[in-house]
């Protein structure tokens, strides 16, 4: 099973650990053509990160580069069901105001 996946809704769902021995190439770059189009057409993007095993900075920054990159994409990223891991580096990191939680 691939990292993520997205649906015709615009949601895409993170599997397993977001960290830096499963993260090579940003989201938006790991995006097939078809996938991408769903999300530029909604103009949203929701990453559910509810089956998220295990995050580190890498997948801290991997996140925040993902909410970058859409809003230059004009599309508008949230955050469903972030782990508590996620938002304690967020918080420590002091960028835990960046993090668009829904």
Same mark, same amino acid.
């Not at 499963?22 to 938006?28: P, Q």
């Not at 580190?56 to 955050?79: F, P, Y």
């Given at each position: 099973?691939?990292?993520?996946?997205?649906? @015709?809704? $615009?949601?895409?769902?993170?599997?397993?650990?977001?960290? %830096? !021995?499963t993260?090579?190439?940003?989201?938006?770059e *790991? &995006?097939?053509?078809?996938?991408?189009?769903?999300?530029?057409?909604?103009?949203?993007?929701?990453?559910?990160?509810?089956?998220?095993?295990?995050? @580190?900075? $890498?997948?801290?920054?991997?996140?925040?580069?993902?909410? %970058? !990159?859409?809003?230059?994409?004009?599309?508008?990223? *949230? &955050?469903?069901?972030?782990?508590?891991?996620?938002?304690?580096?967020?918080?420590?990191?002091?960028?835990?105001?960046?993090?668009?939680?829904?």
């Amino acid at each position: 099973m691939s990292l993520f996946q997205v649906n @015709d809704n $615009a949601q895409v769902s993170v599997h397993g650990h977001l960290d %830096r !021995d499963t993260l090579s190439k940003n989201f938006w770059e *790991s &995006l097939t053509s078809s996938q991408s189009a769903i999300l530029v057409k909604a103009g949203t993007c929701c990453i559910d990160l509810g089956d998220v095993e295990r995050v @580190d900075s $890498a997948g801290l920054a991997w996140i925040l580069n993902a909410i %970058r !990159d859409g809003k230059r994409e004009g599309i508008n990223v *949230s &955050l469903r069901e972030p782990p508590e891991k996620l938002r304690k580096l967020a918080k420590i990191s002091d960028v835990d105001g960046f993090l668009p939680v829904e």
